[in-house]
């Protein structure tokens, strides 16, 4: 079924292709749009592919299943379609013409004409990253204004609603809902009949509510029911109802649908009146996490330590949208002017990906005895995504660290903290770092039989870059004092097994097992050199001298083990000459400042990438002819030259414009035609902003 869907897809991607696209888009067409992204579960994208409007397809969750959002506008009693494909069979709307499209880190706006008025669509997903309670409201907005085109005064009504495909993977489930009016806040609340805590069903979550509100201004109305039945009361009257359906029934069975309209009155072309959608997801408790002994404990987002319901949740976030837009205006200005320090298709591909990289977390307190909340206790949840569902997987998390970095280094503590409290509880039994901590989100249970995917180098090298990395960044150093044991202990292991890495997974598992991996090499070496660092940082001056002289006779033995008898590149893996990988490990040298490896060997890969490259980008190694997005730029922040740092810059705009693919971002791909592979939204592209805190 998957397979067949894909190709479908592929196909009809094929079809468009050829017709060019008639808005402006700025920067460009991403694959696929983010309108809705906070979380793992809070994921609602519009799949443009080659070129399709906001009204031309559904929003979709991030797996490719419908989400149900539609949007209409009455303007002078004929309607328009502005989000959705809805069919509303007998009633007479036209679709409005979409202008533009932009996107920035926070937002996606669209500009469509409906006739004599033009509107603007504003999708904002906030990225506020130093207000933990802020940043762990699973909510985000639709804004919409209008404004005269024409030099008259027009009649607008505005009306929007979401289907229960919001709350589950299956629609053939039940689901209920209600509608209250609260602090001045209309609300639909929808959620499944039968819910079932800590599961999933097709990576949708199968508890909690979703939650669909605007103001309650004298202009608002509202409706539940029928999807045809509620879309053609307002195509046709320009309102809604007030009333309620409550045959509650599967998510199938005639579409029940949740809707929310304004009247914006007479409209001319210097007002420009607006109307506030939320849309969240809300689940409570959000993640079961192992503590010591192999008990589990639940955990809650990080919200409810401020906010004791939903509805003055909502009501605090949709009072405080204009502040929040201005907020994210300047977030998404500081960015783009931080990365435009580098270039515009630089800055084009970080606005991208921090919607995405943010929405794959969620920041979690437990709770005290007396049942309030412990907001010393905080730990944030990663879902991988797409590649599996596994939680706070170490090397999915250290791609993305360059987000945490720029955007807040307090969240990667807390990143980190889940992974160190488990391992300190002495369940896990390897003497390398955990893969991650749980295979099923959320579902955070640990693996006490030491049977999690193996990438032994690959984690302990990446704990002890990243500790290290954030005391570097903040100074604070409680992580490294409190866990010196667990440190001490992954360094052992690189001590005695990174110079020659066994046969085993590096990162890039879909690429296999393969013993004497370079690059391996380097990450474990860096291990090494990090801990040097940290005994230095933690007083233990004998014990940084020893192990930093083990990474510099390390590095020199490396240095023949890794070379290709050209000289010209290093290996892929020791003794296969023609070989050769991006060394993106080297990446974790220059974050850290440490200059463990010397100056010819970044010439030397510089010369080499320019040689080998595809018309897509430098592919990841010789194994293949594929590339990982994260990879390149990680790459592109070692290299020695700006031609070549552009290189692999401009190669993942080219593959991100494309247009061969309507999924939320792959950082997986071909480099011979910038085909996505079969990864998408994954929080990896975090990893983008690697250039922006060098
Ligand atoms: C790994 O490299 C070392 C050093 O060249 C060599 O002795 C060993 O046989 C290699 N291992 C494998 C599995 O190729
Ligand atoms: C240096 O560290 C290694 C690995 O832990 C250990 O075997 C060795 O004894 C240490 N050397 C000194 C001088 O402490």
């Known amino acids: ?26 920067p460009f067409n991403p694959p696929s749009v983010p309108l809705a992204v906070r979380t793992p579960y809070l994921s609602a994208w519009l799949p443009q592919g080659s070129g399709a409007a906001l009204n031309d397809v559904w929003p979709t969750f991030w797996t490719g299943s419908i989400v149900g959002w539609a949007g209409f506008v009455k303007v002078d009693g004929q309607a328009y379609s502005f989000l959705g ?21 926070t937002q996606s706006v669209f500009v469509l004409s409906a006739g004599p008025v033009e509107i603007t669509v504003y999708f904002l997903s906030p990225v506020e990253a130093k207000d933990l309670v802020k940043q762990s409201t699973p909510f985000s907005y639709m804004a919409v204004t209008a404004r005269a085109t024409d ?14 495909e919001w709350v589950t993977g299956d629609n053939s489930k039940v689901a209920t809902w209600s509608t209250s009016t609260v602090n001045n806040v209309i609300t639909h609340q929808v959620q499944l009949q039968s819910p079932a805590v800590y599961t999933e069903i097709n990576d949708h979550t199968q508890y909690g509510s979703a939650y669909y509100s605007t103001l309650n201004t004298a202009s608002a109305t509202y409706q539940t029911g029928q999807d045809t039945v509620v879309r053609a009361q307002f195509i046709n009257n320009g309102r809604l109802p007030n009333t309620q359906d409550t ?33 969240g997801h809300v689940r409570d408790p959000a993640i079961k996490y192992i503590v010591a002994g192999g008990g589990t404990q639940d955990r809650h987002l990080y919200f409810w330590s401020q906010f004791n319901s939903v509805s003055s949740l909502i009501s605090s976030f949709l009072n405080d949208f204009n502040n929040a837009l201005t907020r994210a205006w300047s977030f998404d200005v500081n960015i783009n002017s931080d990365a435009n320090k580098i270039s515009a298709d630089y800055a084009s591909v970080v606005a991208l990906s921090v919607r995405q990289a943010m929405g794959s977390m969620e920041i979690t307190v437990s709770k005290n005895s007396d049942g309030s909340f412990n907001t010393n206790d905080v730990i ?46 002495g369940l896990y039994p390897n003497k390398w770092s955990v893969h991650d901590l749980g295979a099923s989100y959320p579902n955070a249970i640990g693996h006490n039989d030491g049977n999690d995917e193996a990438m032994p180098v690959e984690e302990s090298g990446n704990m002890l870059i990243m500790a290290l990395s954030y005391a570097q960044k903040t100074g604070d150093t409680s992580h490294l004092s409190q866990y010196t044991a667990l440190l001490d202990q992954w360094t052992q292991f690189l001590i005695t097994d990174s110079l020659i890495p066994a046969n085993q997974l590096s990162t890039d598992d879909f690429a296999g097992h393969l013993a004497n991996q370079t690059n391996l ?18 007083g233990d001056t004998a014990k940084a001298s020893n192990y930093s002289s083990i990474a510099a006779n390390y590095v020199s033995q490396w240095q023949t083990l890794s070379a290709s008898s050209s000289g010209q590149h290093l290996t892929l ?14 990446y974790a040298d220059k974050l850290l400042k ?24 430098v592919p990841l190694d010789t194994r293949h002819t594929y590339t990982k997005t994260d990879w390149e730029i990680w790459t592109a922040g070692i290299v020695t030259d700006t031609a070549t740092r552009d290189l692999f810059i401009s190669s993942v705009k080219k593959y991100a414009s494309s247009g061969s693919s309507n999924q939320p971002l792959g950082d997986w791909y071909e480099t011979t035609n910038g085909a996505a592979e079969g990864f998408r939204a994954r929080p990896v592209v975090g990893g983008h902003l690697a250039l922006l805190i060098l």
């Not at 998957?2 to 468009?16: G, Q």
């Not at 280094?409 to 992974?419: I, R, S, T």
């Not at 090494?528 to 940082?537: D, G, L, N, R, V």
């Open 85 to 105: 494909a809805p069919s509303v069979p007998g009633a007479n709307f036209q679709k409005a013409t979409q202008k533009s499209s932009q996107f920035t880190a």
């Open 247 to 279: 045959a509650f029934r599967a998510v199938q069975d005639r579409w029940p649908v949740f809707a929310l309209a304004h009247d914006l009155g007479s409209v001319d072309g210097n007002s420009e009146p607006q109307v506030v959608f939320s849309v």
């Open 151 to 164: 030099g008259g005064s027009h009649s607008v009504q505005v009306y929007s609603d979401i289907s229960a």
């Open 380 to 425: 944030v949840f990663m879902k991988e995504i797409s590649s599996d569902g596994n939680v706070n997987t170490v090397d999915v998390i250290f791609p993305a660290w360059p987000i945490l970095l720029y955007v807040n280094p307090q969240l990667g503590k807390f990143l980190l903290e889940g992974l160190f409290r488990y391992q300190a509880t």
């Open 573 to 586: 893996d020791y003794n296969d000459n023609p070989s050769w990988g991006l060394a993106y490990n080297l």
């Open 521 to 538: 090499a380097i990450k474990g070496i860096i291990g090494i050199k990090a801990m040097s660092q940290i005994a230095q940082t933690l």
């Open 1 to 26: 079924m998957m397979a067949l869907a894909h190709r479908l897809c592929a196909l009809w991607l094929f079809l468009v292709s050829v017709q060019a696209i008639s808005w402006t888009a700025t």
């Open 594 to 617: 440490l200059n463990l490896f010397p100056a010819s060997v970044y010439d030397m890969q510089t010369a080499w990438y320019k040689t080998v490259a595809q018309p897509y980008g």
